[in-house]
């Protein structure tokens, strides 16, 4: 094909080395204020500790810092140039004016410790910012200590954990969906509990009877996921968590597709006791390359004394202050209150949409995944028929029949100029093409995607090799994974 | 490809020599083919006893991750270095590239397993569908 | 609502395409009894010169403008300016992880670089792509200590900080870790007979910090003597990463668990900031975190990529090394940026100052307070014992918008009126005089009201 689509176009890009390969003595890029008081001599002061020399750290001009890290950005798919059709992910539109109250003054520079009357409006956002989503998940109480959505399942197992040793009858097993994602099986093993994987019926909703079957009193917990990663809302969430109830059990919620339920129903109406929200995801905070994120874990009331110490609290006079006197807590879960510079921006999103806003964009997100369902139906094959929230899941099998897989024609859509899809769960649907567009997508953008699907499912029926074989159009392409972790290069050596 | 029949099998892909009282355990050439490119196996010490039907290791691929089964009990006497430096040797050539030697500590264990042809006839129904 | 790209038309041709009457009809899934039919309790959508105004409030509530004596693991330092021009840049910033290499090597190659860099500068062998902070960071390493060693207890020093002791003592409860507390001698380093006492042959490591909470180098030397001998191995904290400019790292631990905030990290009332864990080759199978490995593509160009992935959670679910999936990504490069700004001779330069600077203003606080744990050298931060509960001195200083030391009582009570000074390069020679004058004040009147007490005594 030619490198062109009604999308994307190629390019000349500029190449550009590591840094160290430019470095060079005597090249610097820094400039230090001369010293207002005496110089040390740090061999006296520190003695054998004195370090001589500092290895091959770089030496470079300002001007090639910049054009490094400019190039290097060009190579990389970002939200601010397109869609990343990426299931669960929830890659919607990063605010700029987040970005702009971040960086005031008093708030990128406050420290963690200084005193409370000079941190009266680190502790509102924080107060604001908790009001907000113990309205928005239906729950009663909130932590945002956690640093990121799989931090926050951990702090909510935690809870769990102390919650049934406070009744002096600790349990042993989380139960958790085989459509569940991969964090969700890691963490409950991080707090010790043994895993078991409850099946999915043909709905791929979880299946009662196998939760009646498993539910006793050795289970601590059911990790839920709603709607789930097939993108289909419980819907007989009020008999799982009468199941979970009736035998002492607790129902955690993985808040990872909150995106669907956002000013339309909160799960805490729906029976969740401890739930996890992913700010990075629902909230707009922006994925940055692999992170920052954060993970508040929304509560019941019954489980707030297990709460991460400090929590919030209000004192007399009115001002705002961090309460420590928490005998019953699990503990810290990570230095200082959190990714606080996450909840300002989660703040203002929620700020800029206002409740009408937050409906709003749910509803479009929905209306997105289930546009896409319908332009897709018929090239690709739908596992479940079961109504899509703001996701939705086809598989290969169609495809699979000219022997070309899920990735191959994931690095196909890159060609279309477009990020892939998720391919690598739920590990329910073998060959999966998890797909959720996100509110942030305009209907022009959305056509773009169903054009490049159906012409890959089409390149797919006369000429298969183009799409096994694909990217076409990348800069590199379908770089050797094995070599890299048979015998891996993890840093850069001189010489 | 063949499967040697003097070999045993498991359902879960690992073959087994049985030289009297000892005996070399490897995964079979079904297994290597579906995990694809394999970067790193984790193997035991020498010296290690063996629960036959628990878990001794593992074999990697860059995706994902398979836990070997002993196929038989018994304590192991010799590991194959080369597979730390070369596992796609497994790859190559997976009922020679043999990864532990054992004592058994039950020869009859190796009664119950699948011989070359049921390991076969297994292994098409499995990919049947 | 103006974040979201759609007119009215095009939802209705969208419901048509799909054939939905209205959006109602693809809520239906979620039971009637649950379906919200009131308004969200938030505040009301605000126009976005509102949402600046709201956090500009803030932003004066918090103390804008002051200068800061505070440390404690999170450090004032100067944020070069093209830091933030770059990390905004939108092919950054709204980037996802780097799974699909093809169109992440920005991402992937920055992340090579920063490992690389960490590993010159703590003098290990292997470096991951960040961790979410110091303390989550050390408390990883322990648990890498424990799955290496196979043994199952840690001695840890009670000069690591005191938030992060508590962090490793949250992990550790629901591994069934026992902990041990070795305490500091009057030198401010870790006690090391009583270290000796400490480690058992179920100890899987020590965990040390240096600098420590109170400024002072520990003898990593000594510690890894005795921690190696006895089958252990030894995990270094880092909390203060410009140190790392001026002091030796430890080049005898087993894993580095580094705080890498002061490198160009704004400090945020708290994160996000950047952890990261540095060790030795043969230990990285063990390692949590992302890892980013060079490779070549089909045609033989160099790329690079995730590597090792089996490791993490996506892969190895319950047996994963962590669970660790979102990490620091963007704030890692911020680190990665600084790193290159200063480079081999700045950082060196940088920490030059730091020492100089904290040297002056702990010999100006000597004329009026006691200077504790003076017999080991320190980096940027020490200790100060007053007559007056230091609360009270800086309640005063407050007033001339400066904010003093950290109050130890709460963290360390049998060390009194002591509290924590931090000095950087941003520290400036008037700010330090005027909070050591402050410090002669308040002793002055306490000998007097002393004097005075004893004088009515006397009478």
């Known amino acids: 094909m030619k490198h062109m689509t009604p999308k994307a176009t190629r390019n000349v890009s500029q190449n550009e080395g590591l840094i160290f390969e430019k470095s060079s003595p005597g090249k610097a890029a820094w400039r230090l204020a001369p010293l207002d008081v005496p110089a040390v001599n740090a061999g006296e002061l520190l003695g054998e500790s004195e370090r001589k020399d500092l290895g091959q750290l770089p030496e470079v001009s300002e001007i090639e810092i910049i054009r490094h890290f400019t190039r290097l950005s060009t190579w990389n798919y970002a939200i601010d140039l397109g869609m990343y059709p990426l299931g669960s992910c929830t890659m919607k539109y990063n605010p700029r004016v987040n970005e702009v109250v971040a960086r005031l003054d008093g708030i990128a520079n406050g420290h963690p410790y200084q005193p409370g009357k000079i941190s009266q409006g680190a502790l509102r956002i924080i107060e604001t910012l908790s009001d907000c989503l113990t309205e928005i998940t239906g729950m009663d109480a909130i932590t945002l200590q956690p640093a990121a959505g799989a931090h926050g399942e951990f702090t909510g197992l935690l809870i769990v954990r102390a919650f049934h040793d406070s009744k002096g009858a600790p349990r042993k097993k989380v139960l958790i969906p085989d459509s569940a994602h991969g964090t969700n099986p890691a963490t409950a093993a991080m707090v010790g509990y043994a895993v078991e994987n409850l099946k999915s019926n043909a709905s791929g909703m979880v299946d009662i009877a196998s939760l009646e079957a498993q539910m006793n009193e050795d289970v601590a917990a059911l990790m839920l996921t709603n709607p789930n990663t097939l993108g289909v809302f419980e819907q007989e969430i009020h008999k799982i968590a009468e199941i979970l109830h009736a035998k002492g059990g607790l129902l955690y919620m993985d808040g990872a597709n909150m995106n669907a339920l956002v000013g339309k129903v909160r799960p805490g109406d729906f029976g969740v006791d401890v739930m996890h929200l992913n700010l990075h995801k629902t909230f707009s905070t922006p994925h940055g390359g692999g992170g920052p994120g954060s993970g508040p874990v929304a509560i019941k009331k019954f489980l707030e004394p297990f709460l991460p110490k400090p929590v919030l609290t209000s004192k007399p006079d009115g001002t705002l202050d961090f309460d420590y006197d928490r005998p019953q807590s699990v503990g810290r879960v990570r230095s200082f209150y959190g990714n606080f510079g996450m909840f300002v921006r989660a703040l203002a999103y929620i700020l800029a949409n206002g409740p009408d806003g937050l409906r709003q964009t749910t509803e479009d997100a929905v209306l997105n995944a289930n546009y896409i369902r319908k332009g897709l139906e018929g090239a690709y094959d739908l596992p479940y028929s079961s109504p899509s929230m703001h996701e939705v899941v086809f598989s290969d099998k169609v495809q699979a029949k000219k022997n070309v897989r899920t990735m191959d024609i994931a690095k196909r859509v890159i060609d279309y100029g477009f990020h892939p899809y998720t391919t690598a769960f739920p590990l329910i649907v073998p060959g999966a093409l998890m797909i959720e567009p996100t509110e942030s997508e305009s209907k022009e953008e959305l056509d773009f995607f169903i054009e490049a699907m159906r012409a890959i499912a089409a390149e797919v029926e006369e000429d298969p090799e183009i799409v096994r074989t694909a990217p076409h159009s990348t800069r590199v392409a379908r770089l050797d994974e094995t070599a890299a972790a048979r015998k891996p290069v993890l840093r850069w050596k001189p010489g | 490809m063949p499967y040697p029949t003097d070999f045993k099998y498991t359902k879960e892909h690992e073959w087994i020599k049985a030289d009297g009282n000892t005996a070399t355990i490897g995964i079979t050439s079904h297994a290597q083919e579906s995990l694809g490119d394999i970067v790193f196996v984790d193997l035991p010490k020498v010296g290690t006893e063996l629960t036959v039907g628990k878990t001794f290791g593992s074999v990697e691929s860059v995706k994902a991750v398979s836990d070997l089964y002993a196929p038989a009990s018994g304590t192991v006497t010799e590991v194959n270095g080369d597979l730390a430096t070369a596992p796609e040797k497994i790859n190559k050539d997976a009922h020679s590239a043999w990864m532990l030697k054992i004592t058994l500590k039950n020869p009859g264990d190796l009664n119950s397993l699948l011989s070359a042809t049921d390991y076969e006839k297994f292994v098409a129904e499995e990919g049947g569908h | ?459």
């Open chain 3, 1 to 459: 609502m103006r974040y979201l790209p759609k007119s009215p038309a095009d939802r209705e041709a969208m419901l048509k395409a799909i054939g939905a009457r209205s959006i109602d009809d693809l809520f239906a899934p979620i039971p009637a009894e649950y379906r919200l039919n009131r308004d969200l309790k938030v505040p009301r959508q605000m126009a976005e010169s509102e949402i600046v105004d709201w956090f500009r409030e803030r932003s004066r509530e918090n103390g804008d403008g002051h200068a800061t004596f505070l440390g404690a693991g999170a450090y004032y330092h100067y944020r070069p300016v093209i830091i933030d021009s770059l990390i905004s840049r939108g092919e950054f910033l709204t980037a996802y992880t780097p799974y699909q290499a093809e169109i992440s090597q920005g991402t992937l190659q920055s992340i090579f670089e920063f490992q690389t860099m960490i590993c010159e500068l703590t003098g290990m062998e292997v470096a991951n792509a960040s961790m979410y902070d110091g303390s989550t960071a050390a408390a990883e390493a322990v648990m890498m200590a424990v799955r290496l060693t196979g043994r199952n207890s840690v001695a840890l020093a009670r000069s690591v900080h005191p938030e992060y002791r508590e962090v490793l003592e949250t992990y550790a409860f629901h591994q069934g870790m026992p902990l041990a507390t070795v305490p500091f001698t009057e030198s401010g380093r870790i006690n090391v007979q009583e270290l000796e006492n400490a480690i058992t042959s179920d100890t899987a490591c020590v965990l040390i910090q240096s600098p420590n909470f109170f400024g002072t180098i520990e003898d990593v030397e000594a510690v890894a003597e005795i921690a190696h001998r006895k089958g252990a191995m030894l995990v270094v904290s880092i909390a203060e990463a410009v140190s790392l400019g001026i002091v030796e790292p430890p080049r005898s631990a087993d894993v580095i668990a580094m705080e890498a905030q002061s490198f160009g990290v704004p400090l945020g009332f708290g994160g996000p900031y950047c952890g990261v864990i540095a060790t030795r080759e043969k230990y990285v199978r063990q390692m949590p975190g992302r890892l980013v490995g060079q490779t070549t593509d089909r045609s033989g160009k160099r790329g690079f990529v995730l590597t090792l992935a089996t490791r993490e959670q996506h892969i190895r679910r319950e047996k994963a090394t962590s669970n660790i999936c979102t990490n620091q990504a963007l704030i890692a490069l911020m680190v990665n940026i600084f790193m290159n700004v200063y480079g081999k001779v700045g950082l060196k330069e940088l920490a030059k100052q730091n020492l100089a600077k904290t040297a002056y203003a702990a010999g100006q606080f000597a004329k009026h307070g006691k200077i504790l744990f003076g017999s080991a050298p320190r980096f940027n931060e020490f200790v100060v014992q007053t007559s007056e509960d230091p609360l009270a001195i800086n309640a005063r200083l407050l007033g001339h918008k400066i904010v003093g030391g950290l109050p130890l009582k709460k963290f360390y009570p049998e060390l009194g009126n002591a509290s924590l000074w931090c000095c950087t390069e941003l520290s400036t020679r008037t700010v330090i005089d005027t909070a050591a004058g402050f410090l002669a004040e308040s002793e002055h009147s306490e000998k007097s009201a002393k004097v005075e007490t004893a004088e009515e005594v006397a009478r």
